[in-house]
């Protein structure tokens, strides 16, 4: 490079700024989403719920046990991406806002199961094989104490 004729200008500083930012928030969110091994779950204190899946509604909706639960193992294996107390850091979805319906039971049963991919990309993993059925519904049940309304 000819140091004589560079000039540092303001617009320069910018872009080479902004560059060093955006870097900077790849390298975290890849660090984010990077090899993370599930915690398992204890779940037998909760009534089994059998090999079938249930799809809806939350068979532990208000269960005190299901939801202490459910907070664990959300804190082992989903406060990650979804951020402590569910309250999302922009890398995954807000999980606070999601609806209190059997429709979204569904839902976010099909998304914990079968996890989440987008052109190749992983977005989440399945937790299916991973997590009992028994985890997956605890941890919904203790998502709709912190629901915002």
């Known amino acids: 490079m000819d140091t004589q004729n560079y000039k540092e200008t303001p617009a320069r500083k910018l872009r080479v700024g902004a ?24 779940v037998s204190t909760l009534k089994p719920l059998g090999k079938e899946w249930v799809t809806s509604p939350n068979p532990y909706r208000g269960d005190a046990e299901a939801i202490r639960i459910g907070s664990s193992a959300f804190n082992q294996n989903c406060a990650r991406c979804h951020g402590l107390g569910a309250v999302s850091g922009g890398i995954a979805p807000d999980l606070r806002k999601l609806d209190i319906e059997p ?42 104490t912190v629901r915002e309304k």
Request: negative net charge; without cysteine.
């Open 19 to 42: 560059m060093a930012i955006g870097l900077a928030l790849v390298a975290g969110l890849a660090h984010a989403h990077g090899d993370v091994t599930p915690q398992a779950v204890d």
């Open 103 to 144: 429709e979204t039971d569904e839902y976010f049963l099909g998304r914990i199961r079968h996890g989440v991919t987008r052109n190749g990309a992983v977005y989440m993993p399945p937790f299916e094989g991973i997590l009992p059925q028994e985890a997956m519904w605890a941890i919904k049940a203790w998502l709709e």
